[in-house]
């Protein structure tokens, strides 16, 4: 599966950016999926999943509450509803897939910048 991640961008803090991930090649529909990000000299984390069995959801402490993780199988897209954004929100976001059998994330699409500004 091929993903794309897009609408990233600038915003100052407090407001909102609502990230899609656009899948092509195989429907997300097998897959579980992911937002992760990496900002400058840091390690890339854990944003937000979204498992393709009952949509279980994990959101790390730091987005917990202001950001949203949703998929629409049927147009193969993935999103992330980020609201009350903070500077330390500033990162590269990008989506994954991985099979439900699978640890890791296998799958993974370029990254969209997002830059929050205080």
């Known amino acids: 599966v091929q993903l794309q991640a897009f609408g990233g961008g600038s915003v100052q803090a407090g407001g909102s950016l609502r990230l899609s991930c656009a899948a092509s090649?195989?429907?997300?529909?097998?897959?579980?999926m992911g937002w992760f990000r990496q900002a400058p000299g840091k390690e890339r984390e854990v944003v937000a999943t979204?498992?393709?069995?009952?949509?279980?959801?994990y959101y790390s402490d730091s987005v917990k509450g202001r950001f949203t993780i949703s998929r629409d199988n049927a147009k193969n897209m993935v999103y992330l509803q980020m609201n009350s954004l903070k500077p330390e929100d500033t990162a590269v976001y990008y989506c994954?897939?991985?099979?439900?059998?699978?640890?890791?994330?296998?799958?993974w699409g370029q990254g969209t910048q997002v830059t929050v500004s205080s």
């Open positions: 994954a897939a991985k099979a439900p059998a699978s640890r890791n994330y296998d799958y």
């Open positions: 090649g195989r429907t997300i529909s097998n897959y579980d």
């Open positions: 979204m498992s393709v069995l009952f949509r279980r959801t």
